[in-house]
Nanobody
Framework: QVQLVESGGGLVQAGDSLRLSCAGSGRTLSSYAMGWFRQAPGKEREFVAAIAWSGRHRYYADSAKGRFTISRDNAKNMVYLEMDSLEPEDTAIYYC????????????????????WGQGTQVTVSS
């Protein structure tokens, strides 16, 4: 079992930056592909970014390209989401997710591909 805990959310202004963290416990995350998803009020949860267990492959939603960066530190069992140029439309609860993967290139993009989820951290961007 893997437990995931997100942190780093908060209230910021449009144009600001924020760094979300996802701490893993119970198992080393080095063999897990990791993803970030978000759910805005009244909307379904959507994919934001994913990173392969190797760290060498990443995939972003169009809304995140050029503004968000996903990274990981397997030695610390941590995954991060650096968010720049935040917009009010980025307001959502952000979730970290994990799935075991034998492929160093796998970057899952769909909720159904993930086995473990954190509780989420709220990000609010004011205009």
């Amino acid at each position: 079992q893997v437990q995931l805990v997100e942190s780093g959310g908060g209230l910021v202004q449009a144009g600001d930056s924020l760094r979300l963290s996802c701490a893993g416990s119970g198992r080393t995350l080095s063999s897990y592909a990791m993803g970030w998803f978000r759910q805005a009020p009244g909307k379904e949860r959507e994919f934001v970014a994913a990173i392969a267990w190797s760290g060498r492959h990443r995939y972003y939603a169009d809304s995140a390209k050029g503004r968000f960066t996903i990274s990981r530190d397997n030695a610390k069992n941590m995954v991060y989401l650096e968010m720049d140029s935040l917009e009010p439309e980025d307001t959502a609860i952000y979730y970290c997710a994990a799935v075991t993967s034998s492929l160093a290139t796998r970057v899952p993009r769909f909720e159904r591909e993930y086995d473990y989820w954190g509780q989420g951290t709220q990000v609010t961007v004011s205009s």
